[in-house]
């Protein structure tokens, strides 16, 4: 059973705006290379319409269409960087805090 259509792409307020954002840059970075609207979505293998949801930041288009995009562009080498474990803030406190409550429990059984 799918999800209704109002709720298959729900995202929080700042989710939608950083698609946004990233739909715009990449609207930006096919007319400074001067490639049209058709001519990226030939390269790209996508309709024209998909091409237009993706640098409107529309949810629904493909992960894969994105990484196709960044790499017309040139931006592919900049993708590992958005979930890096060595720049995971929240992820890093985490571990460092485990790992301090890891040494307390070892401490409790050292004989």
């Known amino acids: 059973m799918s999800a209704p ?21 990449l ?13 990226a ?3 790209l293998y996508v309709s024209v ?3 237009r949801k993706l640098e409107a930041g529309n949810p629904g288009v493909s992960l894969g ?8 562009y040139g931006l592919l080498d900049q993708l590992p960087a958005l979930a890096d474990p060595a720049t995971d803030r929240i992820g890093l406190a985490l571990e460092r805090r485990t790992l301090r409550r890891g ?3 070892a401490a409790d059984f050292d004989v």
């Open 5 to 25: 259509a109002n709720r298959r792409h729900a995202l929080s307020g700042p989710s939608r705006a950083a698609l946004s954002r990233l739909g715009a840059d």
């Open 27 to 39: 609207a930006f970075a096919r007319i400074r290379r001067g490639f049209s609207l058709r001519e």
């Open 41 to 43: 979505a030939g390269r």
């Open 49 to 51: 319409n998909t091409l």
């Open 65 to 72: 269409a994105l990484v196709n995009a960044l790499q017309l």
């Open 103 to 105: 040494a307390k429990g």
